[in-house]
């Protein structure tokens, strides 16, 4: 079993900046890849980034050149780090771990553990 703890949302103006953190505990064979997907209100639920064993990184073409993605394998944690935020990014952002990054590849899954979320919200 894995568990994902997210943390660092918050409430932010539109270029502001926010940094996730994703702490992941268990067993750790149990995924390759770990990434983030957020959904809003009367949204469907979409991937936004995605970070594999070997550290390669995808991303949603709406986050391209503004959030990064990275992991600490010592702190079994993981962080997204969010630039130029717009209000179009509010929403909850949550944890995800899989064998492969569903949440990015097929629409509104998510993966085999996810996190409780944590919320970000930006105001114009």
């Known amino acids: 079993q894995v568990q994902l703890v997210e943390s660092g949302g918050g409430s932010v103006q539109t270029g502001g900046s926010l940094r996730l953190s994703c702490a992941a505990s268990?067993?750790?064979?149990?995924?390759?890849?770990m990434g983030w997907f957020r959904q809003a209100p009367g949204k469907e639920r979409e991937g936004v980034a995605a970070?594999?064993?070997?550290?390669?990184?995808t991303y949603a073409d709406f986050v391209k050149g503004r959030f990064t993605i990275s992991k600490d394998s010592a702190k079994n944690t993981l962080y997204l780090q969010m630039d130029n935020l717009q209000p179009e990014d509010t929403a909850m952002y949550y944890c995800?771990?899989?064998?492969?990054?569903?949440?990015?590849?097929?629409?509104?899954?998510?993966?085999?553990?996810w996190g409780q979320g944590t919320q970000v919200t930006v105001s114009s």
């Open positions: 995800a771990a899989d064998h492969i990054p569903r949440w990015m590849t097929i629409p509104g899954t998510r993966g085999i553990y």
């Open positions: 970070i594999g064993g070997d550290g390669s990184a």
């Open positions: 268990g067993n750790h064979k149990s995924y390759i890849y």
